[in-house]
């Protein structure tokens, strides 16, 4: 379906459109806890004498690349941003989902994809960065996510940290990780059980591959404001960008690392492009902005590509371009008001990935500020 023939009437932004959680401060209190301990503790607890991400810790590499925000998209997905045609640098850090270093084949296939974009014309809604000019997207490789609510997120962000050494126990490992992920280590009444929520932790495993980063297709997983609308986003490779991909299926059991060298190997040979899509709230009751695990079927309501990311070829080799990446900081919420994410769990997002951004570059002895280019990062060396 064409943007021009869209059939639908796209649900109306709102303030209220999500209704606050009961409670929900001392929750995102007690998720900020579970994640400071495990920040302090990575710095021996890796192995590498630093601290590292919660989540997203193992970065794969940092890309150069450009934004077109393309001209001619009807006036429904022309909102904000993509209403103002222009071309935008960015870069875009590749990471594993989990908490931890080591190598892939024990880490798993949950990959995410974190976009930079500079030269912004707009305030941000973090007031301590309000003129950054930049705008973040954190996205995954698949279409929902294992939590709802701020109550959840404190017990599933101590399972998520926990979930390697799960899997070195093998099927008790597991049996044990399933029973504490539904009951919340056991404190949670029967009717209050996280089942949707492993639902979509299994869906989301089921789905993700074992394939070139360069050929995965990535998603916002929550909604955010569009405008006068709500949306959610996906970004994924064109069809003539993906068949030109040689190093595709990738092997966990032949080396500690397979995708980070596919990702060195396919840039330094080749440009790479990439659709920029928005997918248009239709239904509020089957596109539900409070339940991530649920996935915005697109019968309801088409992917509509609004702009075009594109990576030159280039080199990212080395240890340096893996320590630009883990330098950065990113969150949904580096974003301009029309942008604003939406529901409980982006609400927990914008405490937590600021609070776990500063610690860790304080345990780093880092500097933590917003670049004011791409090439401030990351010079070019194509």
């Given at each position: 379906?064409?943007?021009?023939?869209?059939?639908?009437?796209?649900?109306?932004?709102?303030?209220?459109?999500?209704?606050?959680?009961?409670?929900?401060?001392?929750?995102?209190?007690?998720?900020?806890?579970?994640?400071?301990?495990?920040?302090?503790?990575?710095?021996?607890?890796?192995?590498?004498?630093?601290?590292?991400?919660?989540?997203?810790?193992?970065?794969?590499?940092?890309?150069?690349?450009?934004?077109?925000?393309?001209?001619?998209?009807?006036?429904?997905?022309?909102?904000?941003?993509?209403?103002?045609?222009?071309?935008?640098?960015?870069?875009?850090?590749?990471?594993?989902?989990?908490?931890?270093?080591?190598?892939?084949?024990?880490?798993?296939?949950?990959?995410?994809?974190?976009?930079?974009?500079?030269?912004?014309?707009?305030?941000?809604?973090?007031?301590?960065?309000?003129?950054?000019?930049?705008?973040?997207?954190?996205?995954?490789?698949?279409p929902i996510f294992f939590?709802?609510?701020?109550?959840?997120?404190?017990?599933?962000?101590?399972?998520?940290?926990?979930?390697?050494?799960?899997?070195?126990?093998?099927?008790?490992?597991?049996?044990?990780?399933?029973?504490?992920?539904?009951?919340?280590?056991?404190?949670?009444?029967?009717?209050?059980?996280?089942?949707?929520?492993?639902?979509?932790?299994?869906?989301?495993?089921?789905?993700?591959?074992?394939?070139?980063?360069?050929?995965?297709?990535?998603?916002?997983?929550?909604?955010?404001?569009?405008?006068?609308?709500?949306?959610?986003?996906?970004?994924?490779?064109?069809?003539?960008?993906?068949?030109?991909?040689?190093?595709?299926?990738?092997?966990?059991?032949?080396?500690?690392?397979?995708?980070?060298?596919?990702?060195?190997?396919?840039?330094?040979?080749?440009?790479?492009?990439?659709?920029?899509?928005?997918?248009?709230?239709?239904?509020?009751?089957?596109?539900?902005?409070?339940?991530?695990?649920?996935?915005?079927?697109?019968?309801?309501?088409?992917?509509?590509?609004?702009?075009?990311?594109?990576?030159?070829?280039?080199?990212?080799?080395?240890?340096?371009?893996?320590?630009?990446?883990?330098?950065?900081?990113?969150?949904?919420?580096?974003?301009?008001?029309?942008?604003?994410?939406?529901?409980?769990?982006?609400?927990?997002?914008?405490?937590?990935?600021?609070?776990s951004s500063v610690l860790?570059?304080?345990l780093n002895g880092q500097?933590?500020?917003?670049?004011?280019?791409?090439?401030?990062?990351?010079?070019?060396?194509?």
């Amino acid at each position: 379906m064409t943007p021009s023939k869209m059939n639908f009437s796209p649900v109306r932004y709102s303030a209220d459109v999500a209704p606050p959680e009961p409670d929900f401060d001392r929750h995102m209190r007690q998720a900020i806890d579970v994640i400071e301990d495990f920040e302090r503790g990575s710095v021996e607890g890796e192995g590498e004498g630093r601290a590292v991400r919660f989540a997203h810790a193992k970065a794969y590499g940092l890309v150069r690349g450009t934004l077109e925000i393309l001209d001619g998209a009807p006036p429904e997905y022309a909102q904000g941003v993509y209403g103002r045609p222009g071309t935008h640098d960015v870069l875009v850090r590749y990471s594993n989902g989990l908490s931890h270093l080591g190598a892939d084949r024990m880490l798993g296939n949950v990959v995410g994809m974190a976009v930079k974009v500079f030269g912004v014309d707009s305030t941000t809604t973090l007031p301590d960065e309000a003129t950054s000019r930049t705008m973040d997207f954190n996205m995954i490789n698949g279409p929902i996510f294992f939590c709802n609510t701020a109550a959840h997120y404190t017990f599933l962000s101590k399972l998520f940290i926990d979930m390697p050494k799960y899997r070195l126990d093998g099927r008790r490992g597991n049996h044990r990780m399933y029973y504490n992920w539904v009951t919340g280590y056991g404190t949670l009444p029967p009717e209050e059980w996280a089942w949707d929520e492993l639902g979509a932790l299994l869906r989301l495993g089921a789905r993700a591959r074992w394939q070139n980063l360069l050929l995965s297709s990535f998603f916002s997983m929550g909604a955010m404001r569009h405008g006068d609308y709500i949306a959610k986003l996906r970004i994924r490779p064109t069809d003539a960008s993906a068949a030109g991909v040689r190093a595709r299926v990738l092997d966990p059991t032949s080396q500690d690392e397979v995708f980070r060298p596919a990702l060195v190997g396919e840039l330094a040979r080749s440009d790479h492009e990439f659709d920029f899509q928005v997918q248009l709230c239709a239904s509020l009751e089957t596109m539900p902005v409070d339940d991530l695990t649920v996935e915005w079927e697109e019968h309801e309501s088409p992917f509509v590509t609004v702009g075009r990311l594109r990576f030159p070829r280039q080199d990212i080799g080395g240890e340096d371009n893996l320590a630009a990446a883990d330098g950065l900081s990113f969150t949904p919420w580096r974003c301009p008001p029309e942008h604003v994410p939406i529901g409980p769990i982006q609400a927990v997002r914008k405490e937590v990935y600021r609070r776990s951004s500063v610690l860790r570059h304080e345990l780093n002895g880092q500097h933590r500020a917003e670049p004011a280019s791409a090439a401030d990062v990351l010079p070019d060396r194509s």
